[in-house]
């Protein structure tokens, strides 16, 4: 089982520049979650889809756009990269509920 | 709006000792608590989820419990060992999941 899987693992851009990180679960879970992670500032959640079809903004979504594209796959864009942006972008996932959340091996992402 | 808070931020400790990592959250609406471990440059790894309805879940040498009317959950660690040195994360789940910022574990040999 691939679980969730993050692509790209590693990238660096250059101010300005825009990109699409890409996030798929293979588990038919309902809910997807992208968070970046700081250091000393723990996991925030940027944006977030209870289900298909819905996204709404976690603590600190600006500078960043999302597409729940269909159930399996949750797309997290930049659309004009800043350095304050360079961080460690995770992407998970649950069935709903109380039920248990899977991560992504994360992508760390430079903006220079 | 739910806050989750960890403390300590960090904890050295002897080889064999046990341990309690705390977690406190403000909204106790939850649907669940979970706790993670995460090693350097890693992603998370999942330990322990107790439902709302539970009071402790155990694997291994790993307990957690959850208080939910007093707003706090605890990871007891027992006989620790070197290869238990990670970044623990506690989060909880409502409409959406919120994570402390972890404490920092390090096990002296």
């Known amino acids: 089982n691939a679980g969730v899987t993050q692509t790209p693992k590693f990238q660096v851009l250059k101010t300005g520049q825009s990109m699409t990180l890409q996030c798929a679960q293979d588990?038919?879970?309902?809910?997807m979650y992208w968070y970046r992670q700081d250091p000393g500032m723990g996991l925030r959640l940027i944006y977030y889809?209870?289900?298909?079809?819905?996204?709404d903004k976690g603590e600190v979504p600006n500078g960043y756009n999302v597409s729940r594209l269909n159930k399996r796959e949750f797309s997290l864009r930049l659309e004009s990269a800043a350095p304050s942006q360079t961080s460690v972008y995770f992407c998970a996932s649950n069935l709903g509920g109380g039920t248990e959340a899977f991560f992504g091996q994360g992508t760390r992402l430079t903006v220079v | 709006k739910q806050e989750v808070t960890q403390i300590p931020a960090a904890l050295s400790v002897p080889e064999g000792e046990n341990l309690v990592l705390n977690c406190s959250f403000t909204d106790s609406a939850i649907y669940n608590l979970q706790w993670f471990r995460q090693d350097p440059g890693k992603g998370l790894t999942s330990l322990l989820l107790?439902?709302?309805?539970?009071r402790e879940q155990t694997s291994g040498r790993l307990n957690a419990s959850l208080d939910k009317s007093s707003g706090r959950s605890t990871l007891y660690i027992a006989a620790s060992q070197p290869g238990d040195s990670a970044t623990y994360l506690c989060?909880?789940?409502?409409?959406?999941?919120?994570f402390g910022k972890g404490t920092r574990l390090h096990i002296l040999p």
């Open positions: 889809s209870a289900s298909e079809g819905t996204t």
């Open positions: 107790i439902q709302s309805s539970q």
């Open positions: 989060s909880s789940r409502d409409d959406k999941i919120i």
């Open positions: 588990m038919n879970h309902n809910s």
